[in-house]
């Protein structure tokens, strides 16, 4: 995740495939958990998705790839989403959500217009029920399933810890009732004035994550030996040691 401003979220993901998975993920989770709320207390999100190359500078992202997606956020109906043309036909034929065609929308900042497809799910079903991405997409070992199910958790929790909602956090435990951060979670919750900052452990694992550099993973692992990121700590570690013999 590179930030967030106000109540938004701008996610980065290596894969189309992985990011869709992910959206589709949090709109059916939110639906479930807004089962138990009346209609006026729901949180709903609008999520949008592009693919398209973008601009890194001073841990942050620009260019029309990021302002298309927050167009396609802005047209997407309330816990639905909204993607481009080049989205849909890569996913066309691998996965089992539908591509309706809301036509081409002339939008701010952008010099063309940009053909934009509403995705048909399943919103009841429970996350995970979307098809796996094909063997090209994902990497098959082990570490990589449980590194990708982390990640999800982990987008999940910077978006619940971004909005301060002690109901977010309470939509984290639903889903997550063992995840990594249920601890904090549940502290938050007991006790939202003495809970321990995450920030700075975040932004420590955020910044050596993907550097492939196993003496940082380690640096990570002796400073925080209970941290929140330890399990995929060691998982890193051991795959960046067996790349190296």
């Known amino acids: 995740m590179f930030g967030t401003a106000g109540d938004s979220v701008l996610a980065e993901f290596p894969s189309v495939v992985q990011a869709f998975d992910c959206a589709v993920a949090i709109q059916q989770s939110l639906w479930h958990a807004n089962n138990r709320f009346a209609d ?17 500078k001073s841990g942050d992202i620009f260019g029309d790839g990021v302002n298309i997606a927050a167009r396609l956020e802005a047209l997407a109906e309330a816990g639905g ?10 996913l066309r034929d ?34 995970g029920n979307i098809d796996e991405p ?14 990708k199910s982390a990640d999800a958790e982990i987008v999940f929790w910077q978006s ?15 889903n997550y009732p063992n995840g990594q ?21 975040v932004t420590f694992w955020e910044s050596i994550r993907d550097k492939q ?8 692992m002796e400073k925080y030996p209970q941290g929140k990121f330890r399990s995929l700590a060691k998982i890193l570690l051991e795959d960046l040691s067996a790349r190296s013999q």
């Open 81 to 90: 989403i909204c993607v481009t043309r080049g989205v849909r036909d890569h």
């Open 181 to 201: 951060f249920a601890e904090l979670a549940e502290n938050r919750l007991a006790d939202p004035a003495q809970a321990e900052d995450p920030s700075v452990e």
């Open 160 to 174: 619940v810890q971004a909005s301060e909602s002690l109901e977010e956090y309470r939509l984290y435990l639903d």
């Open 134 to 147: 094909p063997v090209d997409e994902i990497d098959n070992s082990a570490n990589g399933e449980q590194l």
């Open 40 to 56: 006026d207390e729901k949180m709903q999100l609008r999520i949008g998705i592009n693919v398209g190359d973008v601009m890194v």
């Open 94 to 127: 691998k996965v089992e959500a539908k591509f309706e065609d809301r036509g081409e929308h002339k939008v701010k900042n952008i010099a063309r217009p940009i053909r934009v497809f509403r995705v048909v799910f399943d919103e009841r079903a429970r996350p």
């Open 213 to 220: 550099n196993p003496a940082l993973v380690r640096a990570y």
